[in-house]
C-alpha cells in the first residue's frame, strides 16, 4: 500500500473583511442572542481572529481541491494579540480556539496582519 501525503497548494480568498475586535465581538453576541443559537467559535493564530466562509461543495469546487486549490468564499478577521479561550461581551460567550499548529492558517495569519488596517493600533 502506498500513502501519500499531498499538502494544499493554495488558498484563494475571494473576499476579506476585517473588523475592529471589539465590534466584531458585538456582532457576533447580538446575532448570537438574536437567532438564540449556541456558543459561536472563532479560531485564533498568531494574533489573529479569523472566521472563513467555505463555497457549497460542487463538482466545481471538488475539482479545484484534487489539483490542491481550496477556495474560501471569503474570510472574516480580526487583530486580537492575545489569545484567550473564552470571551464574555454584551451577555455573550465566544469561545476561541488556537489553530496555530496549522502551517496554512499560520501563512493566512501573517498575510491578514500584513494587510490590516488596524494591526498597529492596540485591539485588545
Known sequence: MEISIEPWKKLIIHEVIE????????QIAFSTRSSGG????????NGVVFSPA?????NSTVDEQLK?????????????????????????TINLVDVSVNEI??????????????????SD
Open 19 to 26: 473588523y475592529k475586535f471589539e465590534d466584531w465581538v458585538k
Open 38 to 45: 449556541g456558543i459561536p467559535t472563532m479560531q485564533w493564530t
Open 54 to 58: 467555505n463555497f457549497p461543495t460542487t
Open 68 to 92: 490542491g486549490t481550496l477556495h474560501w468564499s471569503s474570510v472574516s478577521f480580526a487583530i486580537k494579540d492575545k489569545f484567550e479561550k473564552q470571551i464574555v461581551k454584551e451577555n455573550a
Open 105 to 122: 492558517f499560520k501563512e493566512l495569519a501573517t498575510s491578514l496582519k500584513a494587510q490590516s488596517k488596524y494591526a498597529s493600533s492596540k
